[in-house]
């Protein structure tokens, strides 16, 4: 069984349509991700959620809408797409505590391009 | 062979030879640190960590090095085989400031037969 998994894998869509991507844990973290990595494969969060709670949130455009319906569940939500939204984004997860041995583990990735 | 990291993003190397991937973080106040490798189309996978009072740890055919005073790291691979091609990627985590893992800009591992 995939520890991260996140659907679709790839996704093609037009400009100004809106779409999501899932994402699922089955490691019984309690902490979950969001990052983006683009064309030049530089990797930057975007979001994290603890126990359903957003904790992490940076300078991202509003039109992008985490949800957490649980704590093994983060979902991305992406209005209005745009072409600069064209990029790879990872879901990852990990323990609340990163000092007891535990890390951060990454899922396989969801390929959006917009045209 | 060795690499600069951030300034060389890509290294290249005999097979059975020793990489050394390096790596200049930011924050002073981080104090803990991953290596993460990440093939063609998949996502990052976790090699190695290290924590701020350490300066070396090893694992399977890797090391990894921290030199706090200079704010770098280095990742050794020993006897580098054809399945570390890859694009190997250092991340820095100031774990009193949230579990927010920044990432180095990456270096491209090509290993050459």
């Known amino acids: 069984d995939t520890a991260v998994s996140q659907t679709p894998k790839y996704l093609v869509t037009q400009m100004g349509n809106d779409k999501s991507i899932k994402c699922e844990q089955n490691l019984g973290h309690d902490t979950m991700y969001w990052y983006k990595q683009d064309s030049k494969k530089f990797l930057k969060i975007m979001f994290s959620y603890n126990n359903k709670e957003l904790i992490i949130n940076e300078t991202v455009p509003n039109r992008f809408s985490p949800k957490s319906p649980d704590k093994a569940h983060l979902n991305l939500h992406i209005n209005s797409l745009e072409l600069g939204d064209s990029a790879v984004y990872f879901c990852?997860?990990?323990?609340?505590?990163?000092?007891?041995?535990?890390?951060?583990?990454f899922g396989e990735g969801s390929w959006l391009t917009v045209v | 062979g060795e690499s600069v990291g951030l300034h060389l993003p890509t290294l290249s190397v005999q097979e059975g030879d020793n990489s050394i991937i390096n790596c200049a973080y930011s924050n002073s106040a981080s104090d803990y640190f991953i290596w993460y490798k990440q093939e063609s189309g998949k996502g990052p996978q976790f090699i190695i960590d290290i924590r701020s009072n350490m300066d070396k740890r090893q694992g399977q055919r890797v090391t990894v090095l921290l030199n706090k005073t200079v704010k770098h790291l280095s990742l050794q691979i020993a006897a580098t085989q054809p399945g570390d091609s890859a694009v190997y990627f250092c991340?820095?985590?100031?774990?009193?400031?949230?579990?927010?893992?920044?990432f180095g800009t990456g270096t491209q591992l090509k290993v050459e037969l």
């Open positions: 990852a997860s990990s323990q609340e505590s990163l000092l007891s041995g535990n890390t951060i583990y």
């Open positions: 991340a820095e985590l100031f774990t009193g400031g949230g579990n927010k893992l920044t």
